[in-house]
C-alpha cells in the first residue's frame, strides 16, 4: 500500500524466505553528519522529487485531499478507507535554484483516507524526466479514492501545462493481481509510489500488491517481478537504478526498527535481498562515488514518529554511515547537480494536514 496510507495499517511484517544478501548491513555504524537547511516551503504532502534538464527541482504534491465520496459506486478500501477525494486537490511544483516555489502543472487529483486513519493525504507520488519531457505517477486517483473520472495512472506533461495520461495503472492492477496481498487494506486502484526513467522506459513500484512494472511510452505496461511472490507483503515504495533495480520496503506497522531491506531487482526480474538492518524506508538513490544513500521515515517502534526520520549511506562493502537524522515523517529524496541531497520533508503525518506545511530539505553532504 502507498506509504502514507500503509502508516495507518498494523499488521505484522511476512516474514521474507531465507535469501543470502549480497551487501549485508554491517554492525559498524559510522557517523559522518551533514548540514540541513531548509531549501523551499509552503508545500502540501510532498512526496517523490526529481531535477529537471531545466535547472529547477521537481516536487510531487499529495494535495489537499477532497469530499468526494464513492460509497455505493465502487468497492471501497478497508481499513483506512472510505476515502474522500478531488479531481483538482493536487499539483506538481517546480523550485528554482533560488528556493522559490511555482506550479508547474496544477489540478491533478488528491483524495485522503478516513479520519480515524488520519486523513493521509495522496496525489501524484513521483515525477521524471525522459529528455525534455515531465512524466508525474498519480496514486490519489482511482473510483475507490473517492476520483470515479480519472484512474492512477502514469502521465505525460504538455508543453502548454495539460497532462495527458500514457498508462492506466488502476485498470492494470485491477487485471494483474499479485500473488500475496493483505485483504485487510487492499487497494483495487494501487498506490503506486515511486517511478525512475531507465532507458527510455519508466518503472514503476506498487507497494500495497508488491510489484515493479516498466511503462513503455505508448502505454504499454509489463510487470517485472512481483515482489510478494517471493517476500509476502512488505510494501515495497522507493526504487533507484544502479545496473539493476534497488527496492526498499516500508514494511507494516508497528514499526519494528532494523527488520526492512534494499532488494536488488535484475532486468529479467529475479529479486533477492542486497541489504538488511533497515526502517520503513521510503526513499534511495545512488551518488557518484557508487553509494546508496537511504531515507528512513520513522524509526522507533511503534507508530509514525515525527523527528525520527534519518538517511544513511550504504557502501558496497556494507558499511552503513548516518548522514542525518531528526527529521519529520520524511517521504521522497533526489541528489542534485551540486552533489547534495533534497528531501520532501514533513510529507505526511498531523502537522501535514495544515496547508503549506510540507518543506524541502538541503541536506549538505560534507
Known amino acids: 500500500m502507498m506509504a502514507v496510507v500503509v502508516l495507518a495499517a498494523c499488521d505484522q511484517p511476512t516474514q521474507p524466505s531465507a535469501l543470502q544478501p549480497l551487501a549485508p548491513s554491517s554492525s559498524r555504524v559510522d557517523a559522518e553528519p551533514a548540514t540541513v537547511s531548509v531549501f523551499a516551503s509552503g508545500l502540501n504532502n510532498p512526496r517523490g522529487l526529481r531535477f529537471g534538464p531545466d535547472g529547477y527541482l521537481y516536487v510531487a504534491e499529495g494535495g489537499t485531499g477532497g469530499n468526494n465520496s464513492t460509497i455505493g459506486q465502487c468497492v471501497q478500501v478497508p481499513s483506512v478507507g472510505p476515502y474522500t477525494g478531488s479531481t483538482t486537490g493536487s499539483r506538481i511544483s517546480k523550485i528554482s535554484p533560488a528556493g522559490i516555489v511555482s506550479t508547474a502543472v496544477d489540478h491533478l487529483p488528491s483524495s485522503s483516507t478516513n479520519m480515524p486513519s488520519g486523513q493521509l493525504t495522496s496525489g501524484v507520488a513521483d515525477v521524471a524526466f525522459i529528455g525534455n519531457t515531465l512524466y508525474g505517477l498519480l496514486t490519489g486517483a482511482g473510483c475507490s479514492h473517492g476520483v470515479p473520472s480519472i484512474p492512477n495512472q502514469v502521465f505525460r506533461v504538455n508543453r502548454n501545462g495539460r497532462w495527458t495520461t500514457v498508462a492506466d495503472l488502476s485498470a492494470y492492477y485491477k487485471s494483474h493481481p499479485t500473488l500475496n496481498f493483505e485483504p485487510d487494506d487492499f487497494e483495487p486502484d494501487g498506490t503506486p509510489y515511486s517511478m525512475i526513467a531507465v532507458h527510455g522506459h519508466l518503472f514503476v513500484v506498487e507497494p500495497n500488491h508488491g510489484s515493479l512494472e516498466r511503462v513503455s511510452l505508448n502505454g504499454n505496461i509489463r510487470r517485472v517481478v512481483d515482489i510478494s511472490a517471493t517476500f509476502g507483503h512488505i510494501v515495497p515504495t522507493s526504487v533507484s537504478y544502479d545496473e539493476g533495480f534497488f527496492i526498499g520496503n516500508l ?75 531528526g527529521l519529520f515523517l520524511p517521504s521522497g529524496m533526489t541528489l542534485g547537480p551540486d552533489g547534495n541531497l533534497y528531501v520532501s520533508n514533513v510529507g505526511f503525518g498531523p502537522l501535514s494536514l495544515v496547508a503549506g506545511q510540507g518543506q524541502i530539505l538541503k541536506v549538505r553532504i560534507h
Open 251 to 325: 514494511g507494516t506497522f508497528p514499526v519494528v526498527p532494523g527488520s526492512e531491506q534494499i532488494l536488488k531487482v535484475t532486468s529479467s526480474g529475479k529479486v533477492r535481498t542486497w541489504a538488511t538492518g533497515l526502517t520503513t524506508v521510503l526513499g534511495s538513490v545512488w551518488d557518484h562515488h557508487d553509494r546508496l544513500y537511504v531515507l528512513e521515515s520513522t524509526t522507533v517502534p511503534g507508530g509514525p514518529t515525527p523527528f525520527t526520520g534519518r538517511i544513511r549511506r550504504i557502501d558496497r562493502s556494507g558499511r552503513i554511515t548516518m548522514i542525518a537524522d
